[in-house]
């Protein structure tokens, strides 16, 4: 089955979520008790999360998997020490060497050397809630966030981690339903929210250092104005899960989520505007070249792309329809992306089929 960043962490939270694990089962070991195998073809593996240390490109994904690029991924080699085999869904830089992972089994692993080695810092698989992204901000301060709203803070670049309540203000007017145009409906949404017990938060991101945005399932949105001190819920265009937030420049926005859905705000996510995208494919992962380029990612291959600001995109199908989850820019008209395939470096333009790059882990 193809997966790709949130939705397979999102599936994943579900899951565990609904599973009923006898009390009198034996334990199984975890994946954060053991380190990360190595293998030839790593950077071929699934990979979810992507980040830039520097000059460098770093890539994680199942099983513990994280590779690195020292030639804007052209070619790719595995981290060498990486103590966990749970799945990597997250991953930020502070600077070229300081940065932190984050994934199931609520792991959370630092770096100090950009990315060669790791260290676990925080785990806790009995608590059955992955984190599924993290943001690396100034000051050291972090924060991670995953399945059933759960909100991890720390003050000294992951080495240790606390847990609060994520308690968004009320929204300051009604969301609006996506009715039968957009995924599923208001209602089942709000009961999947008091099972589970809080809302997935799929991905964090920074707009500046202060402003933050969460996109999050049944259609959640929610913006910090002061580093994640306090957050806002915003109005919603739709009822499904969004899986990623693009800042752009003059507090514009892209929200993209389930079934090609792709909308944008010229306010900081006060009001939303709907983007043709030419897909029903879950959407991602999205990047903004140098030059005003902008690139959304998806399942199936899906790229879309805009050079008008982020007002409309034009869809370039891969051939190999090979599922993407997140994208970096590495020039003008090309992306390091990752998904089902691994990781690779993709030009832009014309649609045509993406090619493997060159190099393989080594």
Do not use: K
């Amino acid at each position: 089955m193809r997966r790709t960043r949130r939705a397979a962490a999102a599936l994943a939270a579900a899951l565990l979520a609904g599973s009923s694990l006898a009390a009198d089962a034996p334990a199984a070991p975890t994946a954060s008790a053991r380190h990360a195998e190595h293998a030839r073809l790593a950077a071929h593996s699934l990979l979810i999360a992507l980040a830039a240390a520097g000059g460098r490109l770093v890539a994680a994904g199942d099983r513990g998997v994280i590779v690195l690029s020292d030639d804007q991924g052209a070619s790719w080699r595995q981290a060498a020490d990486v103590p966990t085999q749970a799945l990597l869904t997250g991953v930020c830089f502070f600077d070229a060497r300081h940065g932190i992972a984050v994934g199931h089994d609520e792991v959370a692993l630092t770096t100090s050397d950009g990315g060669d080695s790791w260290q676990l810092t925080h785990d806790a698989p009995e608590a059955q809630r992955p984190l599924l992204d993290v943001w690396c901000g100034s000051d050291a301060q972090a924060i991670a966030v995953g399945a059933y709203s759960t909100y991890l803070v720390s003050t000294d670049r992951g080495a240790s981690w606390s847990e609060r309540s994520f308690a968004p203000q009320p929204l300051a007017q009604p969301r609006r339903a996506a009715g039968r145009a957009g995924g599923m409906e208001p209602a089942v949404a709000e009961a999947g929210a008091a099972a589970g017990g809080g809302y997935h938060l799929n991905r964090i991101v920074g707009a500046s250092a202060t402003q933050l945005f969460i996109a999050g399932e049944a259609g959640h949105l929610y913006r910090s104005d002061d580093a994640g001190a306090h957050w806002q819920e915003l109005p919603s265009p739709y009822a499904g899960s969004f899986y990623d937030v693009l800042p752009l420049p003059g507090g514009a926005l892209l929200a993209s989520g389930m079934r090609g859905n792709l909308y944008r705000s010229d306010d900081a996510g006060g009001s939303w505007s709907r983007i043709d995208t030419s897909t029903v494919e879950l959407l991602d992962g999205a990047a903004a070249l140098p030059g005003g380029t902008l690139a959304v990612v998806g399942l199936s291959g899906v790229v879309l792309v805009s050079r008008d600001g982020g007002r409309s995109f034009t869809l370039e199908q891969q051939g190999d329809r090979s599922g993407l989850s997140a994208a970096l820019a590495v020039g003008s008209e090309a992306l390091a992306v990752v998904g089902e395939g691994g990781a690779r470096r993709m030009a832009l333009g014309g649609g045509a089929a993406a090619t493997p790059a060159p190099g393989t882990a080594r």
